[in-house]
């Protein structure tokens, strides 16, 4: 079994300043990583994915992830954030084989200060 | 851009009634999926659905639970006999086909209220 831990339930930052929200994640299999983005009243958009090869992913709205197998993680970074990022983040996990099933964290509330 | 349409956006049940969960979703997708979020939880998997039938199910997804393709189009969500705690935002996905390349698209979710 798969599970996600986002340690962050709230992040607030000031617009122009960089941003990282944590994921940690554990399996006893081989995982494909993503980052979804929810804004207010909103499904989820995928952000990003870790599917295998570079370990730096870059994705939509100048975000981008890091794959560290060792440490288990997949943070999301932004250099620069803006007023627009200020949204739910989830972190997510689906197992390689075996399952099509996409395992969610709790997420973690950006809000972007002015 | 094709979306996911889910119906409606906010309904309010009394417990013990019977509701269904309508979703619409991108024409040519293959594999369904029901989550839903508790107010201030994590996204929760419930259900996936593939040709006509269930291919997952979570704990969560008991026998008041069902889900129902009934036309070709829609992709339905009952609960039989609600409860407080099914109160939630229930979010329909879907994607093409099983290659990892293709992502899950959501729908904006249907907020579910139980009193």
């Known amino acids: 079994a798969q599970s996600v831990t986002q340690l962050d339930s709230q992040v607030p930052v000031f617009e122009e300043a960089p941003v990282e929200l944590r994921c940690n994640y554990s399996?006893?299999?081989?995982?494909?990583l993503f980052w979804y983005v929810q804004y207010p009243n909103q499904g989820l958009q995928l952000l990003l994915k870790y599917l295998s090869g570079s370990t730096l992913v870059k994705g939509i709205n100048g975000f981008e992830a890091e794959f560290n197998k060792s440490q288990t993680s997949f943070h999301l970074r932004k250099p620069s954030v803006h007023i627009s990022d200020t949204a739910e983040y989830f972190c997510a996990v689906r197992a390689t084989s075996g399952t099509y099933k996409y395992i969610f964290g709790t997420g973690t509330r950006l809000k972007v200060l002015a | 851009e094709p979306e996911v349409t889910q119906t409606p956006s906010h309904q309010v049940t009394q417990m013990g009634q019977e509701v269904i969960l309508r979703c619409v979703p991108i024409?040519?997708?293959?594999?369904f999926y029901w989550y839903r979020q508790i107010l201030g939880q994590k996204v929760e998997f419930l259900v996936s659905?593939?040709?006509?039938?269930?291919?997952?199910k979570s704990e969560i997804f008991d026998d008041q639970f069902s889900v129902e393709r009934p036309d070709g189009s829609n992709f339905t969500l009952k609960i039989r006999s609600t409860k407080l705690e099914d109160s939630a935002m229930y979010f329909c996905?879907?994607?093409?086909?099983?290659?990892?390349?293709?992502?899950?698209?959501f729908g904006n979710g249907t907020r579910l209220t139980v009193t």
């Open positions: 024409s040519n997708h293959l594999y």
């Open positions: 996905a879907s994607r093409a086909g099983t290659g990892i390349n293709s992502p899950l698209h």
């Open positions: 399996s006893s299999v081989s995982v494909y």
């Open positions: 659905f593939y040709n006509n039938e269930i291919s997952e």
